[in-house]
């Protein structure tokens, strides 16, 4: 059915959101507030750490420094999500590409993917270091679409967020919303998968 697969990262291909959530929860306890982790949690997998930097009037820039900070403090790793190995697998083996879209830098994209020996099923990591426009800007999978000539009717993009969809839509290319706990309802993709196992089958077909 397709031939190029454009992944997330956090909390599509890896379960880092543990992580994140904690680190968020941290930076804003120490701005003085007191957030719902499930509200916190709501408002990264509808919209973006952005967003939540704007509900409590943060800076950005600021917020995000200090929430990577205490994210690399955890001496915690995230881990693939089961069968994430077998699908980037399945890929490969029927002839297509896998490439990474992530707002995570792609150093430690790389490490993490290393780590689990995933690394050689990638193609490229497009990560903040490219410059592009955050998610859901389509310019960054524009990118991918351009350097590789990819075919817009063959080409996916797999993500856990509003934003992944948005960008797929808004480059032109498929997509596939990959949602494991039934959060978000309202969103307008090709695919709506709940597990690697159906993302498998779906690259079996």
């Given amino acids: ?76 790793l995230p881990v693939s999500f089961p069968g994430t190995k077998e699908a980037l697998q399945a890929v490969v083996d029927h002839g297509g590409k896998n490439y990474i ?32 426009p955050r998610k859901p800007d389509p310019t960054s999978l524009n990118y991918l679409v351009e350097k590789y000539q990819l075919d817009k009717t063959t080409t996916v993009m797999i993500g856990d967020r509003a934003m992944d969809v948005l960008a797929g839509r808004g480059a032109g290319v498929q997509t596939m919303f990959y949602d494991i706990e039934g959060l978000l309802t309202d969103l307008d993709a090709d695919h709506v998968v709940h597990s690697m196992k159906e993302i498998e089958e779906i690259i079996k077909s």
């Fill in 1 to 76: 059915m397709y031939h190029s697969y454009i992944w997330d990262f956090d909390g599509t291909l890896f379960d880092s959101y543990p992580i994140m959530l904690e680190a968020f929860l941290k930076t804003l306890k120490d701005a003085g507030f007191d957030p719902d982790p499930r509200e916190i949690y709501r408002i990264l997998k509808a919209s973006s750490s952005k967003q939540v930097a704007e509900k409590y009037q943060l800076d950005f820039i600021d917020f995000s420094a200090r929430f990577k900070a205490y994210e690399a403090l955890d001496e915690r």
């Fill in 101 to 132: 879209l992530t707002h995570r830098d792609v150093v430690s994209t790389k490490e993490l993917l290393m780590k689990e020996n995933l690394d050689h099923l990638i193609v490229e990591i497009v990560g903040p270091e490219n410059n592009f």
